[in-house]
């Protein structure tokens, strides 16, 4: 599936922001997803994923309670809202799609089967 992701830019500390990607080409809904972030020399890291149909969702320790991952599989799209945003979450931010195969939903990057590109966010203080 391709993806396209959008929604980065520019937000104070304290603010939000709502990430959207987009998949095409594919049967959205045969496929977990998730959404990463990269930090400049460091490896992409898991952020959240969300099962096929949504009933399951992961978050990273670090965005517990300010994140939320979502999906509207009429619409081929997944979202990341972003609340209470902090400088230390300046990074690419990327979504990925994992054919589902199994109930489990990876958190590592290397089971990604297809991604989007990075958007950036920053977070100034």
């Known amino acids: 599936v391709q993806l396209q992701a959008s929604g980065g830019g520019l937000v104070q500390a304290g603010g939000s922001l709502r990430l959207s990607c987009v998949g095409f080409g594919r049967t959205f809904s045969n496929y977990n997803m998730g959404w990463f972030r990269q930090f400049p020399g460091k490896e992409r890291e898991f952020v959240a994923t969300?099962?096929?149909?949504?009933?399951?969702?992961n978050y990273t320790d670090s965005v517990k309670g300010r994140f939320t991952i979502s999906r509207d599989n009429a619409k081929n799209t997944v979202y990341l809202q972003m609340n209470s945003l902090k400088p230390e979450d300046t990074a690419d931010y990327y979504c990925?799609?994992?054919?589902?195969?199994?109930?489990?939903?990876?958190?590592?990057?290397?089971?990604?089967?297809?991604w989007g590109q990075g958007t950036l966010v920053t977070v100034s203080s």
């Open positions: 990925a799609a994992h054919r589902a195969t199994s109930l489990v939903v990876p958190t590592s990057p290397g089971d990604y089967d297809d």
């Open positions: 969300i099962s096929r149909f949504g009933g399951r969702t």
